[in-house]
């Protein structure tokens, strides 16, 4: 039977999942299950999906990819110069195919069906596998703005590069008028110009790791005085979007998520 990195088998995971509360999130939308598949044929990547049953229907739920990694660390005055040994959630998605979109839950990129809200409880299975595996950390690559924003705005996990968590910070102040799929969509579609010490350019999207520390050294390292003066000098840049060129991403979205 596959386990994930080693330790744990689909029941144990199941088990996590719902010390979790995620059977009872699934459970008040109607879904019965759930049943679990681990597939680790690829090597280093170990895949994970979610099923549950509705009306007679097996549905998936939740996708995952995990695996081992690290990541080398800006010195600071924590002294942290060794590479941080992280457990990497490559990516992840959670969906009720049963739901739908409304204009107050508008589809956001990637999204084929509205998220079932387990999001968080799922990361905390990752952090408690963490922990059990002796991890530095958790660690997440954001695929766009707003799943960052929603990462950082839980309290969990931080950038490892002090510029780049900077940077994003000041992102977010100065676009904070707008939604997170907004934020998204003036990102991806070229809409956000950035004013630094460098001169002005167009904000592009090319995310390093978010990470949740779990060790002593590793939240040492983002709790220095180092760490913290990074990100608020990279935090001066300034940020604002071109209305025009947003508008017509949106158009653009809307269009391509009807097809």
């Not at 598949?37 to 895949?47: Q, V, Y």
């Not at 390093?208 to 990100?231: K, M, T, W």
């Amino acid at each position: 039977m596959s386990k994930v990195l080693g330790n744990y088998d689909a029941p144990a995971l199941l088990a996590l999942l719902q010390e979790y509360g995620v059977g009872r999130v699934l459970r008040s939308r109607g879904f019965l299950g759930p049943d679990l598949t681990i597939d680790d044929r690829t090597g280093a990547l170990i895949n994970l999906r979610l099923y549950g049953w509705k009306r007679g229907v097996r549905y998936l739920l939740l996708e995952a990819a995990l695996r081992e990694g690290s990541a080398d660390l800006t010195p600071t005055d924590a002294q942290t110069t060794e590479p941080a040994d992280l457990l990497v959630v490559q990516w992840v998605k959670e969906q009720d195919p049963t739901a739908h979109f409304t204009a107050d839950h508008p589809r956001l990129p990637l999204q084929d069906h509205p998220g079932l809200g387990v999001l968080r409880r799922v990361f905390r299975v990752a952090l408690r596998i963490g922990r059990d595996l002796g991890k530095d950390g958790v660690a997440s690559y954001p695929k766009y703005p707003h799943d960052a924003a929603i990462f950082y705005r839980s309290r969990l996990f931080l950038f490892a590069d002090p510029s780049e968590q900077g940077r994003f910070v000041a992102m977010l102040r100065d676009l904070g008028d707008l939604s997170l799929r907004d934020i998204s969509l003036a990102v991806i579609g070229g809409c956000v110009r950035r004013e630094d010490g460098r001169g002005v350019t167009t904000l592009s999207w090319h995310p390093g790791l978010q990470i949740f520390p779990l060790s002593r050294r590793l939240a040492d390292y983002f709790n220095s005085v180092e760490y913290a003066r990074r990100v608020e000098e990279a935090a001066q840049a300034r940020h604002w979007v071109d209305p025009a060129a947003l508008a017509g991403t949106r158009r653009a979205f809307e269009v391509s998520a009807s097809i």
